[in-house]
C-alpha cells in the first residue's frame, strides 16, 4: 500500500465526492417529491393519473439506470434534444427513485386509519387538507426507514455515472487505475470515500427513526 500515492490522489476523490454528493441530493429531493405526488395519486385512486403513475412506476422499476442514462446520453440527441452529463445524471436518478419513493410513501399512506379521515372530513377538512394536515405528517413519520434505505440506495447507484463521461467517484477511480496501475490503492480510497458519504446517512435515519417511533424530537 503506497501511502503517497493515497496522498496524492485524495484532492481528486474530494472533487469527485462534492460532485457525486450535489447529484446524489438533487436527485434524492426532486424523488421525494415525485415520489409523494405519485403516492397520493395512487391512494386517492384518481382516474387516469393512476393509470400513468402505475406504467411510470413498472417502467422505472423495472429498466436498469445505466440504460436509463444510456438512453438520456446517447439516444435523445439524435432527437434532437442534447442533456449535459450532470443533467442525465439528475433526471436518470430521480426518474428510478421517483418510483421506490411513491412505492414507500404509498405503503405509509395505508397506514393512516380511515377513522381518521372521516374525523376530519366530520369537521369540513376537503381533500387536499386531509393530505396535508393528517395524512403526510403520519405518513412521512412512518417512510423514514424506508425513505433513508433509498436515500443510500440511490447514493450508492451514482457510481454508474461515469458511463455517461461524469466524473464521479467512479469515473475517478477507472482513470487512475487505467493510468497509474495503482488498483489496491485506488479502491481503498473509493472505498473509504462511499462510506463516508453514507455513513452519515445512515446514522441520520436511525437517528430519526428513533425520535419520530417517540415523539421526542422536543427531548
Same mark, same amino acid.
Given at each position: 500500500?503506497?501511502?503517497?500515492?493515497? =496522498?496524492?490522489?485524495?484532492?481528486?476523490?474530494?472533487?469527485?465526492?462534492?460532485?457525486?454528493?450535489?447529484?446524489? @441530493?438533487?436527485?434524492?429531493? #426532486?424523488?421525494?417529491?415525485?415520489?409523494?405526488?405519485?403516492?397520493?395519486?395512487?391512494?386517492? =385512486?384518481?382516474?387516469? !393519473?393512476?393509470?400513468?403513475?402505475?406504467?411510470?412506476?413498472?417502467?422505472?422499476?423495472?429498466?436498469? !439506470?445505466?440504460?436509463?442514462?444510456?438512453?438520456? %446520453?446517447?439516444?435523445?440527441?439524435?432527437?434532437?434534444? =442534447?442533456?449535459?452529463?450532470?443533467?442525465?445524471?439528475?433526471?436518470?436518478?430521480?426518474?428510478?427513485?421517483?418510483?421506490?419513493?411513491?412505492?414507500?410513501?404509498?405503503?405509509?399512506?395505508?397506514?393512516?386509519?380511515?377513522?381518521?379521515?372521516?374525523?376530519?372530513?366530520?369537521?369540513?377538512?376537503? =381533500?387536499?387538507?386531509?393530505?396535508? %394536515?393528517?395524512?403526510?405528517?403520519?405518513?412521512?413519520?412512518?417512510?423514514?426507514?424506508? @425513505?433513508?434505505?433509498?436515500?443510500?440506495?440511490?447514493?450508492?447507484?451514482?457510481?454508474?455515472?461515469?458511463?455517461?463521461?461524469?466524473?464521479?467517484?467512479?469515473?475517478?477511480?477507472?482513470?487512475?487505475?487505467?493510468? %497509474?496501475?495503482?488498483?489496491?490503492?485506488?479502491?481503498?480510497?473509493?472505498?473509504?470515500? %462511499?462510506?463516508?458519504?453514507? #455513513?452519515?446517512?445512515?446514522?441520520?435515519?436511525?437517528? !430519526?427513526?428513533?425520535?419520530?417511533?417517540?415523539?421526542?424530537?422536543?427531548?
Amino acid at each position: 500500500m503506497n501511502t503517497e500515492f493515497i =496522498k496524492q490522489i485524495i484532492p481528486l476523490y474530494a472533487d469527485a465526492a462534492l460532485l457525486t454528493v450535489r447529484i446524489g @441530493l438533487t436527485g434524492i429531493v #426532486l424523488s421525494v417529491f415525485v415520489g409523494i405526488v405519485c403516492a397520493v395519486v395512487r391512494w386517492w =385512486k384518481i382516474p387516469v !393519473l393512476r393509470i400513468i403513475v402505475r406504467i411510470y412506476i413498472e417502467l422505472s422499476r423495472n429498466t436498469p !439506470l445505466l440504460i436509463d442514462l444510456f438512453f438520456l %446520453y446517447f439516444a435523445l440527441p439524435r432527437m434532437g434534444i =442534447k442533456l449535459s452529463s450532470e443533467q442525465c445524471g439528475i433526471i436518470g436518478l430521480t426518474f428510478l427513485g421517483g418510483s421506490y419513493m411513491a412505492e414507500t410513501f404509498r405503503s405509509a399512506l395505508e397506514t393512516v386509519g380511515r377513522t381518521q379521515l372521516e374525523s376530519g372530513m366530520c369537521i369540513g377538512l376537503n =381533500k387536499m387538507q386531509l393530505v396535508r %394536515y393528517i395524512v403526510l405528517p403520519q405518513a412521512l413519520a412512518v417512510s423514514v426507514p424506508g @425513505l433513508c434505505a433509498n436515500c443510500i440506495f440511490m447514493l450508492k447507484e451514482t457510481s454508474v455515472f461515469s458511463a455517461v463521461a461524469l466524473a464521479d467517484l467512479m469515473y475517478i477511480a477507472k482513470d487512475l487505475i487505467g493510468l %497509474y496501475y495503482r488498483t489496491q490503492e485506488t479502491l481503498f480510497v473509493l472505498v473509504i470515500a %462511499y462510506f463516508i458519504i453514507l #455513513l452519515p446517512v445512515s446514522l441520520l435515519g436511525y437517528f !430519526l427513526e428513533r425520535r419520530l417511533r417517540y415523539g421526542q424530537f422536543g427531548a
